[in-house]
């Protein structure tokens, strides 16, 4: 998996309005008349009954006369209805509560009293759209610029209006037709300064990732105007801020659109440096492209260049493990995951290291050796910081992973995957028995996986459901800290560490004196963890207090000791016979066993 460098975190990447209008053009061209009625009765099949009315309307092609004027008129109108809509905004603002408690009618995330202007902002939202789409570039830039100014506005709460409330406007699009308007209505002389100052303050109003030239560019299917020019002054601009890293980012982007993959190469290696991001752009030109040997060859130069404590390389390795995939370069492929983890630590570059491994033995000594590696991490943390080349901060919309994510939870997993259960127990056995969620306490992982395999899950009937579900929770926690870009992504690390462990438990070998050990250290920690919960009387935890007692019991019946079980959950329902919550969690425990 490599890092697609052009997407924000949690922001999905999208097809371009100037993709998109291309890829119809290409398909009315290759399509017949009868393909073209088959596939308008199939969208009219899929019509709801109340949008059918608008769906004929809007198969008429070219609005008669009348129509045009009226639309015209409705324009004219525009920038004046976006001026009675913020003042009908000062108007809420003065009749809104004066007291904060009356604030608590309103969602957190909600428009508050600002409730009844969605809809008419949402309309001139599509009214601004169309005047862009018309070519009236003047009225669109005005329109857009009003709309964003009133966006920004909120009342001494903090209760305004925001991108969030509008489900049916595309924000980031609509802010690249505001900037490709004024692009459009400005001087090809004061250009680059016309952008800088807009794309900097849009950066600002923080909707979406950061503003880039190549959106300002497909947001219409007509080229930009003077774009060759343009581009120099516009670098030749950025080269001048050096302190600004919103200009090093819009730097890198303007040499790889006009000069390509030389131009990236050349920015990656001059300056001594200054821009390590570069040889990152770089990769993924060249990935894209379809050139793994050139993949390969700029990744090694890339981490020869480099520093060695730099995050930023494990950017870089990823790149070179793809391209080795794809040349079918085992070793390389190896070395690249190592390098890749030891930059920036993390699950997803664990799993992909163990990946590595052809058969159980050989990906448990992996595990090992990357277990090794973590605890010198962790020996050092101060190797975590920020360097000093890594300053200024990364604007926002370069995310900050590759993010290292070194802790104990971590180094728990590299030791269980590695058959390390030794180090694992003992790590385990000395943490805390509450913050099992946390990240430096690999208790919450190692008990119930200990738990999982003293169970006999490769027995016929499966795993007993209690301890199932202790180790499915534990699982999605150690998740947690993961930084995600879809929920796809999400999906496959959860399956491919499902996978991981189920390759791992039939291997586990542990031998019995050490089995009994393990079973009552177990139990000790689960005691101490539920009376610690149940006596701080943190009740949000008495059902994790309950189900893990619960999942002890149904070890202790696998393992042939059957009346060690109820005996286990009668001395708790002794020892707390007035906290009647926990009592219910634990009838409600052992019902669904």
Known sequence: MTPDVEQQEGWKPRLSLKSFWGAVETRLGASSLEDLRTVLRAMASHVHPSERQSFLDSLTPVPDDRQQELEHALQDKLLADITEQVQRFEELQDEAPSDWDEYDQYEDSGPGPYAELVAPVTALFRRAQRAFERGRWPLARDAYRALFELLQREDDYGLGLRPEHFGEVDVPEARARYLCALY????????????????????????????????????????????????????????????????????????????????????????????????????????????????????????????????????????????????????????????????????????????????EPERARLMKRAARQLEKALARPDDTGPMPWEEPPLPRGERDEPYPRLDEVLLAHARLLGHDWQAAWKSAANAKVLGWSDNDNPQGLVVPFLLLWLSGPSSPEGPPRSVEELWRTALENSLEDEPWTTEEAERELSERLSRAYAEVLPAFSVSRPRQEELSEGCLTVARERARAIVREKHRRSYGKAALLLAACAEVLQRRGQPARAPELLHRFREEFPRHSAFQAELDAAMHQR
């Open 184 to 359: 459009r209505t400005t001087p090809p002389a004061r250009r680059a300064e016309a952008l800088w100052a807009a794309m900097k303050e849009a950066d600002r109003w923080s909707f979406g990732p950061r503003p880039k030239l190549q959106e300002v560019s497909d947001i219409s299917p007509e080229p930009l105007p003077e774009l060759e020019a343009f581009l120099s002054d516009w670098e030749a601009l950025l080269r001048k801020q050096e302190d600004d890293s919103e200009a090093e980012a819009w730097l890198r982007e303007a040499v790889g659109l006009s000069r390509g993959a030389e131009g990236l190469r050349e920015l990656a290696r001059a300056g001594r440096g200054r821009h390590p991001r570069a040889w990152v752009d770089l990769l993924a030109l060249l990935e894209r492209e379809g050139q793994p040997r050139e993949v390969l060859d700029t990744a090694h130069e890339a981490l020869k260049a480099l520093p060695a404590r730099l995050p930023l390389r494990a950017w870089v390795a990823d790149f070179l493990a793809t391209a080795a995939e794809r040349l079918a370069r085992p070793e390389q492929v190896r070395e690249a995951r190592w390098e890749s983890l030891v930059a920036s630590p993390d699950l997803r570059r664990l799993l992909e290291l163990r990946d590595c491994g052809k058969t």
